[in-house]
């Protein structure tokens, strides 16, 4: 399984994802990719600088990001510390150690996902529990990077929207006890170019970044 060529790297997801970072000054740290798939932005982070941690629970995932990171330069391959596991509850040593925590496309599946994404505990205990995750690992003024389908009025719709993937208050309360949340911005992308042979669809993509807001530390588990 090798990189889908049907994509040019970097996509224009990973330019709008740039843009987003450039507007505020980002600069490269630790980044911490939670559900990171076959690890396209987990490895045009390396290639940005960033040292990137990248979970994904699927050990499939984490085989085709090792294969493909095998053909980037040593020095960015280095950077990507690539870890089989549940992401959403991950816990290392020290909390505040990451200056970027990255989502694309895991919270937004925690709807109605049936069971593909279960851990004995509801979609909606699993959103928070992310949010609470990357609350622990960032540092003050960390970014929490998220994708999502996009799901506000405030973006003109690319595509009708599905009716789910909607932040609930719920949601919404977990992240302002850690979080400033910023606008959302919408662009078109791609579905996740893993070198499958399905055909490619295009989505309705968003981009928010949160910022975390206060040293109160977000709880210990696992
Ligand atoms: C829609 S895919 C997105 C993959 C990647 N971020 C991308 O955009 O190409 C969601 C990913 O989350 C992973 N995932 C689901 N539940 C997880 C969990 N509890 N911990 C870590 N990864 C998880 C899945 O295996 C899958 O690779």
């Known amino acids: 399984m090798g990189v889908d060529t049907r994509i040019h790297w970097p996509s224009p997801e990973l330019v709008a994802m740039w843009a987003a970072l450039s507007a505020i000054g980002a ?8 559900g990171c798939g076959p690890g396209t932005e987990a490895m045009f982070l390396a290639s ?5 941690v990248a979970i994904d629970r699927d050990a499939f995932e ?12 040593r020095k960015v391959a280095s950077r990507i510390e690539a ?9 290392e040593k020290k909390p505040g150690t990451f200056q970027m925590v990255h989502d694309r496309l895991l919270l937004s599946n925690l709807w ?15 959103r ?4 609470e995750t990357a609350a622990w690992a960032l540092e003050e003024d960390g970014l929490f990077v998220i994708r999502m389908r996009q799901w506000s009025d405030a973006v003109e719709p690319f595509e009708p929207p599905t009716g789910h993937d909607t932040l609930e208050n719920r949601d919404l309360r977990e992240a302002d006890r850690w979080f400033d ?17 399905r055909p490619l669809k295009r989505l309705s ?11 109160r530390q977000a709880s210990r588990k696992g």
Not at 27 to 34: I, Q, S
Not at 181 to 197: I, V
Not at 205 to 215: A, M, P
Request: glycine share 14%; no cysteine; net charge positive.
């Open 181 to 197: 949340r910023g606008p959302e911005l919408g662009y078109l992308g791609f579905s996740t170019p893993d070198g499958a042979k």
């Open 112 to 126: 109605d996902s049936q069971g593909v994404y279960a851990r004995n505990v509801t979609d909606a205990a699993s």
């Open 205 to 215: 993509l968003s981009i928010q970044v949160w910022r975390r807001n206060s040293r």
């Open 48 to 52: 940005m600088g960033w040292n990137v």
């Open 62 to 73: 984490i085989g085709v990001l090792n294969a493909r990171r095998k053909k980037l330069p």
């Open 128 to 131: 928070r529990e992310l949010i």
């Open 83 to 91: 870890i089989a596991g549940d992401g959403i509850g991950w816990r």
């Open 27 to 34: 600069r490269p740290g630790r980044a911490l990719d939670l």
